[in-house]
Structures are given as C-alpha cells and as structure tokens.
C-alpha cells in the first residue's frame, strides 16, 4: 500500500504561483511513476502532469504547459507541482497519483486538495 496527501492548495489571485506537495509513505517512492490530476466541479478528472522514476522524463497537459512545473524529491518521499501564471480555469481540486507500472495505471490515490483562482 502507498498513502498519499497532497498539501499547499488555496485561494489565489490570477497571475500568481502554488507550489502543491504530495507526501508519499508506504513502499518505496522511486519504485513509482507519480502523476498530478486535477476535477472541477461538474467536470470529469484530467490528467495534469506526470513524472518518471527518478525524474528523467516528465509530461504536461496542454492547458499547463509553460506555467506547471512537475518534480519529485525521492530522498523526501515527495512530488511536487510548482504553478505559475494561474488562471481561473485552472481552479480544481488537484491529486497526486502513483504509478507502479509505468503504463499510466495508477494504484494509488491521494485526498487531493483544493486550489481556487479568482479572476
């Protein structure tokens, strides 16, 4: 099993910058791929970035592209998503999510966090 619980979410104005945390524990963090997905109300989830083992490879949502930046420290058991140049769109509750295959199945889940941006 792998807890996840993602921190830093809040109330922003747009144009400013968030850096959310996702605190892993559990099995060994650098055995798995980790992932960022966000939901806004009445909308379905979406994928927001991803990031390999050790952070070679990363990939982006086209709507973040440019402004999120995905990174992980394995020695801390932690992923990160620093957000700039927020937008109202980008308002949503965001979750971590771990990968142990590498094929985009994710096992585990965090509770998420909410992240609201004011126009």
């Known amino acids: 099993q792998v807890q996840l619980v993602e921190s830093g979410g809040g109330l922003v104005q747009a144009g400013g910058s968030l850096i959310l945390s996702c605190a892993a524990s559990g099995r060994t963090f650098s055995d798995y791929y980790m992932g960022w997905f966000r939901q806004a109300p009445g909308k379905e989830r979406e994928f927001v970035a991803r990031?390999?083992?050790?952070?070679?490879?990363?990939s982006y949502a086209d709507s973040v592209k440019g402004r999120f930046t995905i990174s992980r420290t394995n020695t801390k058991n932690t992923v990160y998503l620093q957000m700039n140049n927020l937008k109202p769109e980008d308002t949503a509750v965001y979750y971590c999510a771990a990968d142990s295959s590498g094929m985009a199945s994710y096992e585990y889940w965090g509770q998420g966090t909410q992240v609201t941006v004011s126009s």
């Open positions: 990031i390999s083992r050790y952070g070679v490879n990363r």
